[in-house]
């Protein structure tokens, strides 16, 4: 397992947070993702808009995942409709 920086861009309702986050923490553990840190960046302004909103909620994970599921959580994330974007990073240690 390797470890990973996931940063995530939801909605900056609340309910559509909520119901986002809750759909991702889902999936990560159907995958046998596991989250070692979770830090909140709060609401921003984004500098274009993604899927009609100019506002977003941003919050980055730090998870140790398989490599070869990442591409697949990779590919569920983009058919999620209340997560804007995800990016994950490889962390070198």
Same mark, same amino acid.
């Given at each position: 397992? &390797?470890?990973y920086?996931?940063?995530t861009i939801?909605p900056?309702e609340?309910e559509?947070? =909520? %119901?986002?986050?809750? +759909?991702? &923490?889902s +999936?990560? $553990?159907?995958?046998?993702v596991e989250? /070692? @840190? /979770?830090? $909140?960046?709060?609401? *921003?302004?984004l500098c274009?808009?993604? @899927?009609?909103?100019k506002r977003? &909620?941003?919050?980055?994970? #730090? #998870? @140790? %995942?398989?490599?070869?599921?990442?591409?697949?959580? =990779? *590919?569920?994330?983009?058919? =999620?409709?209340?997560?804007? @974007?995800?990016?994950?990073?490889? #962390?070198?240690e």
């Amino acid at each position: 397992m &390797r470890k990973y920086e996931l940063m995530t861009i939801f909605p900056a309702e609340e309910e559509k947070y =909520n %119901a986002g986050l809750a +759909t991702l &923490r889902s +999936t990560l $553990s159907e995958y046998g993702v596991e989250i /070692e @840190k /979770e830090e $909140s960046f709060g609401d *921003r302004d984004l500098c274009y808009e993604v @899927k009609k909103q100019k506002r977003g &909620r941003f919050l980055l994970l #730090i #998870i @140790k %995942a398989n490599p070869a599921k990442v591409v697949e959580l =990779n *590919r569920q994330f983009k058919l =999620n409709p209340e997560l804007l @974007k995800c990016m994950f990073v490889k #962390i070198d240690e």
